[in-house]
């Protein structure tokens, strides 16, 4: 719902536009808080009478948060589990994201499907993006109303989120993320707490209603013989080494393999349904139909930009993990040693 200003205030940390090393508070005001203000008083119980929420919501936290937390009612659980948290993560996760634009490293999405309304294939065009960045994808998809690339793939998806809403349900979707400009080697295979893959995957199925995700082609892989899956590698004299494909999304062994990364997200339809499914009540445990809660039909498009900003913290921790350094000039000038070392081991061989 665009009531909100998406606008957040810097309150410390930095001085003169840079970071100074201390916390960096971020405070991003919410216009809809002053509506809520009874229903979520701190101390004082409110004189009007607060509805007491005891219907849970299929799909949502609602059942298992009353139950883990023993609340007698649902409403704290659905004000936590509410995906407006993401917010903050998209704020924090900007700080980061220029941390690594400044060292060449971009990150970009754009959503290949929602509903039933998915891209035929835009391999071309996306390939001539990428070769300007991450970023160029996430330029060209933040000019469509749903972030999709494909012109009737995305006439429609506004169809089918016209037509669910007309119905009272709402869609999920498919987001693809990259990253361009991450060197080889970022990453660890030593341990189970470094995997790259790891790190992505998780940060990823923490964002609200993702269900799925996977690095590179590799539910497709999983179905082709070893022969047709993995990256060749091909040595030129100019370049090192180069592929020809990436199936395996920019990650073997758990690290980057220096070519572009790839996540694909799968999001769920949102639980909130304005047509009512089975439920029960818990006070009663008699059947009823469950009740509806602010929604939206579709946040696939939204998504993505939350997708973008909470793997950006990952990438600059494994960045700082292998480069180390205390500040920005120090990070790069040891980036670019890194970098060099690498082109040079494919010198020295020759």
């Not at 009737?152 to 999920?172: H, P, R, V, Y």
């Not at 995700?213 to 590698?233: C, L, M, R, W």
Request: one cysteine or more.
């Amino acid at each position: 719902m665009k009531i909100e200003t998406d606008k957040a205030e810097v309150l410390s940390g930095i001085r003169f536009g840079k970071t100074i090393g201390s916390p960096v508070t971020l405070v991003i005001n919410n216009r809809d808080w002053k509506n809520w203000t009874a229903a979520m008083a701190q101390f004082e119980t409110p004189n009007e009478e607060i509805d007491k929420i005891t219907i849970p919501r299929p799909g949502h936290a609602d059942l298992s948060g009353r139950i883990k937390y023993g609340f007698d009612d649902i409403r704290p659980v659905i004000e936590r589990s509410s995906a407006r948290e993401t917010a903050a993560r998209v704020a924090a996760g900007t700080l980061s994201r220029m941390f690594l634009k400044e060292l060449g490293i971009e990150i970009g999405s754009y959503i290949s499907a929602i509903g039933s309304a998915i891209e035929p294939s835009v391999n071309l065009q996306l390939a001539q993006l990428l070769e300007k960045g991450a970023e160029a994808v996430a330029q060209k998809a933040d000019l469509s109303a749903v972030r999709m690339i494909d012109k009737k793939t995305e006439a429609e998806a506004l169809l089918a989120i016209d037509a669910a809403k007309n119905q009272g349900d709402t869609l999920g979707g498919i987001i693809e993320i990259f990253i361009t400009g991450v060197p080889l080697g970022f990453g660890s295979y030593v341990q189970h707490d470094r995997r790259l893959d790891a790190a992505l995957a998780t940060a990823i199925i923490s964002i609200q209603a993702i269900k799925g995700v996977e690095i590179g082609t590799a539910f497709e892989n999983a179905q082709k013989p070893g022969s047709q899956v993995h990256d060749e590698f091909h040595l030129s004299v100019q370049d090192g080494v180069q592929r020809k494909t990436n199936k395996s999304g920019g990650i073997e062994g758990s690290m980057s393999s220096g070519q572009i990364i790839h996540l694909r997200a799968a999001m769920k339809p949102i639980s909130s349904l304005v047509t009512p499914l089975h439920s029960f009540d818990l006070e009663t445990l008699q059947p009823t139909l469950s009740r509806f809660e602010r929604s939206d039909t579709c946040a696939v498009p939204a998504a993505g930009v939350v997708a973008e900003a909470v793997v950006a913290p990952v990438i600059a921790n494994a960045l700082i993990e292998k480069l180390g350094g205390d500040y920005l000039e120090e990070i790069k000038e040891r980036l670019e040693r890194y970098r060099e070392n690498i082109r040079n081991i494919f010198r020295e061989s020759r």
